[in-house]
């Protein structure tokens, strides 16, 4: 199968206007901010609708603001990323990919490009659904090692990596 590479400001616009019409959309995440569980060209998601204000927990596809680790300064342009609804402050919602230690983003429901719906994780031909009961699992005991996340994604860097090394789709 051939692979074409598009920049997001082409790519994610096209999959917006798909969602928005009722679809659901299926790619390769790009990117290690969501280590361990969707690795980067290995996995897919599929995406669809938000139709109502995302929980915690939830991942998301949104336009975002880079926020500092402390502050709410806005420190870069908008991007898009696909991550993990960590906090909702009123129309705030607060963003965390699972494999990041400090960093988070900000973005409003009218930056939600899709929601998860599932991942096809590991070359499998059926996704992982999020409302499924494996999924649930795994995110909620991530959720749960947050304070200790540092040393998880090191050993799995530098061990875990080493000894099984990943396999991309060919």
Known sequence: MKTIALPNDTFIPKIKDLIDEGHTVTFHVRGFS???F????RD?????PCNEKPKVG??????????GATTDEVISAPRYVLH????????????RG????IGREVCEQ???VGIALGFYRKGRQTPDLVTGLKWRIYSRIWIFLTPIRRWILAAYRHI???????????
Not at 38 to 41: I, K, M, T, Y
Not at 58 to 67: F, K
Not at 84 to 95: A, F, K, S, T, Y
Not at 98 to 101: E, M, T, V
Request: glycine share 6%.
């Open 84 to 95: 993990r609804v960590i906090q909702i402050e009123g129309d705030r919602i607060i963003l």
């Open 38 to 41: 969707v690795e980067d060209r």
């Open 34 to 36: 969501m280590r361990i």
């Open 98 to 101: 699972d494999g990041n230690i």
């Open 110 to 112: 009218k930056d939600i």
């Open 160 to 170: 875990w990596l080493r000894l099984f090394p990943i396999k991309l789709e060919q």
């Open 58 to 67: 939830d991942v998301i596809l949104a336009s975002v603001c880079l926020c």
């Open 44 to 48: 897919k998601v599929l995406l669809g």
